[in-house]
């Protein structure tokens, strides 16, 4: 059975004007995604800022969103590292503080052989009982995880249910299908790839464009998997702009700004990443006005 269907939404962490993780404003932003229909929530990963985050930090964040959500919709932590003992920590303290599920990248800098990564997602699946969920990201980690790879961990490892594929190769998406037949769930990583993802068989998406627009999100996949393709596929084209503006400078520095702009005041963004150039924010402004985003400034 799915973890979920439907759109995830890659969290933000909120962080203060000082850089400490704001806690409270993690609690809001949970809440308005509850609200706005999201499927559900992934706290820690790419989008969150996990590489800056203490290991103190990561943790606690995980606990304030599983406790908020109140097992409402699924909290799916992100608690990969390049460094398999420090996954297989953070795994098992992210199941005990009541994360429903794992999103665990391929290690990255290290450049792991395959059977390297095999050992890696064995080791950290086998140390916890929660479903865990593969992220392959080359164009991040240097890495990409085979998909005979991915087929012999689906087949071999219990919990290893889901990848989240965000390499942008629908090829690949469609002879992993081919390979696994059923066996293991497919979520698209990026926000212009939902629907011929889906169309492949994919269970949804794990997504950046949710943090501002939840409930759209949700209804691209929602309705495609009504069989209502049609409107699905308007929705994905209509946003396309958007999520180009999106990812017009390294995710999450667009959609940080994005939701500084409407109001919802996630804070600053952690060295290295660093502020939207002025040129590029005026264009996502424009591109959220078109699509009946209000901002408050």
């Known amino acids: 059975m799915s973890?979920?269907?439907g759109a995830g939404v890659a969290l933000v962490t909120p962080m203060k004007a000082n850089?400490?993780?704001?806690?409270?404003?993690?609690?809001?932003?949970?809440?308005?995604?509850?609200?706005?229909?999201?499927?559900?929530?992934?706290v820690c990963g790419t989008t969150g800022e996990a590489s800056t985050l203490t290991h103190e930090e990561h943790l606690e964040c995980i606990s304030v969103v599983a406790a908020c959500t109140k097992k409402r919709i699924p909290v799916i932590a992100g608690t990969g590292s390049n460094c398999t003992q420090t996954a297989?920590?953070?795994?098992?303290?992210?199941?005990k503080r009541g994360a429903d599920g794992l999103l665990v990248v391929s290690p990255y800098y290290n450049k792991?052989?395959?059977?390297?990564?095999?050992?890696?997602?064995?080791?950290?699946?086998?140390s916890v009982g929660i479903p865990?969920?593969?992220y392959n990201i080359k164009g991040r980690t240097g890495v990409n995880i085979a998909n005979g790879t991915m087929a012999e961990l689906a087949k071999e490892?219990?919990?290893i249910v889901a990848v989240k594929e965000a390499n942008g190769d629908i090829s690949q998406v469609a002879e992993l299908m081919h390979l696994t037949q059923g066996d293991l769930d497919v979520y698209s990583g990026n926000d212009d790839q939902i629907v011929p993802i889906l169309s492949l068989g994919g269970k949804g998406v794990i997504s950046v464009l949710s943090n501002i627009e939840p409930q759209k999100t949700?209804?691209?996949v929602a309705s495609y998997l009504a069989n209502d393709v049609v409107k699905s596929r308007k929705l994905q084209i209509a946003y396309i702009p958007l999520i180009n503006a999106l990812f017009s400078e390294v995710n999450p520095i667009p959609v940080k700004k994005a939701m500084n702009l409407m109001g919802l005041d996630v804070g600053p963004l952690r060295l290295p990443l660093t502020e939207m150039d002025e040129a590029k924010a005026g264009i996502l402004a424009q591109?959220?006005?078109?699509v009946g985003i209000t901002l408050a400034q």
């Open 132 to 134: 865990v969920i593969l």
């Open 218 to 220: 949700h209804e691209i």
């Open 88 to 95: 297989v920590y953070l795994s098992q303290e992210a199941e």
């Open 112 to 126: 792991a052989t395959q059977k390297g990564l095999k050992q890696h997602f064995t080791t950290i699946a086998k």
């Open 287 to 290: 591109e959220m006005k078109k």
């Open 3 to 5: 973890i979920f269907e």
């Open 157 to 159: 490892v219990d919990n």
């Open 19 to 42: 850089g400490e993780v704001n806690y409270e404003k993690l609690e809001e932003i949970t809440e308005f995604q509850i609200k706005g229909g999201t499927d559900a929530i992934i």
